[in-house]
């Protein structure tokens, strides 16, 4: 059982995890081993992936108020290849790289002639941490997803949806523990799981696995939770896969783009899809390459309005009923011209309606 022991430890001791889950995307699932961590150039690489991430504020948070430790940064100890020695002794960050970065970052600068507070330059030789001993594999991801999955420094839903899709998969836990571990329901970690399950196929794809992107993720998250799109996609309960090919693969070029922006581009989309799948027509201008997403949905819209003709029209003919004497009197030009189009275009679907009628007959006796 992993217990958790407080300790200072000197930022030169503290190795940013260069396999730290926001540097996760499709296709790059290489980790780097462990004996490795400390080598200068995996140190350098992670802290600079950490800095692009953005650690402005929380870099000058630290330099103008301290480093205040309202929750202790969590570490596990490693071993150089000097030997188990406390003089050797490292730790790898589990939680709190991106302050640990900050700190660095702050180390290097006033190593290169900025003052700091003593308040700050004394964070670098006593970091106050958290020691996690006895951590399982499922543990450190568990700390890891308390804080990012559920709580409120959240990752992004790729690298969240992944930690749940291995505590399923490879720690073998039931969704239930998963959802007790990372603060979640059950139904959003079923959610989670099979979203980037569904993601996971398209990874494979022999056309289109390589465009995959962590920015997919929301899309098959939404596709998953909508009832219509998912079953036009063919989902498998038990396999976790859409299995329907021919829709699957229309899905997938309509995440992609050889030219331009794709058709559907963000979740809003997945569920307006839905509604396009309920309109043959607004389905075939989503099928035409040289239509958009807008165009297939104005179809979708076009079709709504002109469905409510008919308590538009019944409206119109209630007001038309209440005119009294003195309004119709005063007409002018213009509102006489519009009654007058409407009278028009009434007898002209009646006639057309009298005509498919007779057509109708005609087919019928023939």
Same mark, same amino acid.
């Given at each position: 059982?992993?217990?958790?022991?407080?300790?200072?430890?000197?930022?030169?001791?503290?190795?940013?995890d260069?396999?730290?889950?926001?540097f996760?995307?499709?296709?790059?699932d290489?980790?780097?081993?462990?004996?490795r961590?400390?080598?200068?150039k995996?140190?350098?690489a992670?802290?600079?992936r950490?800095?692009?991430?953005g650690?402005?504020?929380?870099?000058?948070?630290?330099?103008?108020?301290?480093?205040?430790?309202?929750?202790?940064?969590?570490?596990?100890?490693?071993?150089?290849a000097?030997?188990?020695?406390s003089?050797?002794?490292q730790y790898? #960050?589990? !939680?709190? =790289?991106? /302050?640990?970065? @900050?700190l660095?970052?702050?180390? *290097?600068?006033h190593a290169?002639?900025?003052?700091?507070?003593?308040?700050?330059?004394?964070?670098?030789a006593?970091?106050?941490?958290?020691v996690a001993?006895d951590?399982?594999d499922?543990d450190?991801?568990?700390?890891m997803?308390?804080?990012?999955?559920g709580?409120?420094?959240e990752w992004?839903?790729?690298q969240?949806?992944?930690?749940?899709?291995?505590?399923?998969?490879q720690?073998?836990?039931?969704?239930?523990?998963?959802?007790?571990?990372?603060?979640?329901? #059950?139904? !959003?970690? =079923?959610r /989670?799981?099979? @979203?980037?399950?569904a993601l996971s *196929?398209?990874?494979?794809d022999?056309d289109?696995?390589?465009?995959?992107?962590?920015e997919?993720?929301?899309?098959f998250?939404?596709?998953?939770?909508?009832p219509?799109?998912?079953?036009?996609?063919?989902?498998s309960a038990?396999?976790?896969?859409?299995?329907?090919?021919?829709n699957?693969e229309?899905?997938?070029s309509w995440?992609?783009?050889?030219?331009?922006?794709?058709?559907?581009?963000s979740?809003?989309e997945?569920?307006?899809?839905k509604?396009?799948?309920?309109n043959?027509?607004a389905l075939?201008a989503?099928?035409?390459?040289?239509q958009?997403?807008?165009?297939?949905?104005?179809?979708?819209?076009?079709?709504a309005k002109?469905?409510r003709?008919?308590?538009?029209?019944k409206?119109?003919?209630?007001s038309l009923?209440?005119m009294?004497?003195?309004?119709?009197?005063?007409?002018?030009?213009?509102s006489?011209a519009?009654l007058d189009?409407?009278?028009?275009k009434?007898?002209?679907?009646?006639?057309?309606?009298?005509?498919?009628?007779?057509?109708d007959?005609?087919d019928?006796?023939?």
């Amino acid at each position: 059982m992993v217990t958790y022991e407080p300790k200072l430890v000197p930022l030169q001791k503290l190795l940013l995890d260069p396999n730290n889950f926001r540097f996760r995307e499709p296709g790059r699932d290489g980790s780097i081993a462990e004996s490795r961590f400390a080598e200068g150039k995996v140190q350098s690489a992670a802290l600079e992936r950490i800095r692009s991430d953005g650690v402005t504020e929380l870099k000058r948070s630290i330099a103008e108020n301290g480093f205040v430790p309202v929750e202790r940064i969590v570490v596990r100890a490693v071993q150089t290849a000097d030997g188990p020695d406390s003089e050797s002794e490292q730790y790898v #960050v589990i !939680e709190g =790289n991106r /302050r640990t970065t @900050a700190l660095k970052l702050l180390e *290097q600068e006033h190593a290169g002639g900025v003052d700091f507070p003593r308040t700050v330059t004394e964070t670098f030789a006593n970091v106050p941490v958290l020691v996690a001993n006895d951590a399982s594999d499922d543990d450190l991801m568990a700390i890891m997803g308390i804080r990012h999955v559920g709580g409120p420094k959240e990752w992004g839903g790729y690298q969240s949806a992944l930690l749940v899709y291995q505590l399923v998969e490879q720690a073998k836990l039931t969704p239930r523990e998963v959802a007790s571990r990372l603060g979640l329901t #059950v139904n !959003e970690v =079923n959610r /989670r799981h099979r @979203a980037f399950s569904a993601l996971s *196929q398209m990874i494979v794809d022999e056309d289109y696995g390589d465009r995959v992107s962590p920015e997919m993720y929301p899309l098959f998250h939404e596709a998953v939770g909508q009832p219509a799109v998912r079953e036009w996609l063919g989902w498998s309960a038990s396999d976790r896969e859409f299995t329907h090919e021919e829709n699957r693969e229309l899905f997938y070029s309509w995440l992609v783009s050889d030219e331009g922006s794709p058709k559907i581009r963000s979740y809003t989309e997945i569920r307006e899809l839905k509604l396009i799948l309920d309109n043959e027509d607004a389905l075939v201008a989503l099928k035409d390459d040289d239509q958009s997403f807008s165009d297939a949905l104005a179809v979708v819209r076009a079709d709504a309005k002109a469905a409510r003709w008919l308590p538009n029209v019944k409206s119109a003919l209630a007001s038309l009923n209440e005119m009294g004497s003195d309004t119709i009197e005063a007409l002018d030009a213009d509102s006489l011209a519009i009654l007058d189009a409407i009278k028009r275009k009434a007898s002209w679907i009646i006639k057309a309606n009298a005509l498919s009628s007779e057509k109708d007959d005609a087919d019928e006796e023939a």
